[in-house]
């Protein structure tokens, strides 16, 4: 299953994510630690988004393995950001490799990524995908469950939902269309980091000014903290709340 991480915080540059700690993205993507939900190598596609001042996140998507990108090392090392999104993909079966597929989704400011499968696709949702303006559904970023995710997301974001309860909106509804789901969504604005467990590994680490959310350590820092399964979790650069999600 996919991994993801989302940073807050003083600048850093991308590379410190991506490539340079033992276990950065680009190793999580050919050697994962913790695939409980299936999958062995993050190959099908990969992802990185980042915020400088006040411009609109930059984002580099690409539908080969992070690993056998070779411009991205010396982007990354040459990019600093206080607010960066990543993801490496492992398809579901059946589910499209392509570019668009990949996380971050994105709109405007808005970064969004989800590790996990939404059981009985297409069938189950499809009731709750009903309910999106047709022009969402005919412009999804790709026929994937994490591309309807993420429409559902935004379409309660642009209703005025906070963060928060978009994302444990989203949940909890597709919790009750789709038993069994693996929903670990994951969702900055570059202010906040909103993320969820539910089937996956999350940890995360601070530092006095920054806050890092990741699928899995990316080094052996003893201030990485498991996030336990079905919470919600909540941060800034100073701050971290996690609350029970409850039972689906
Ligand atoms: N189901 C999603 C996809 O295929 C995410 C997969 C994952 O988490 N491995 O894109």
Redesign the pocket.
Known sequence: ????LAYLGSPIRLSALLHDPPHALSHQSWAPADMR???TV?A?GFGVAWTQGDAEPVRYRRAQPLWSDAALPALAAATSSGCVLAAV????EG?PVTET???PFQEGRWLFS?????RG?PASVAKLASRLPTTDLITLD?P????LLWALVRDRLRAGDTPADAIAGVLAETDAAAPGS?L?LLLTDGDQIIATTAG?SLSVRTTADSVLVASEPLDDDPAWTPVPDRHLLIATPTTVTTTPLGRP
């Open positions: 299953m996919c991994r993801h939900g299936g999958g993050n099908d993909r492992s398809a579901t589910m597929a990949a996380a989800h590790n996990g499968v939404v696709w790709a994937t469950d994490s591309a693996r670990n996956h």
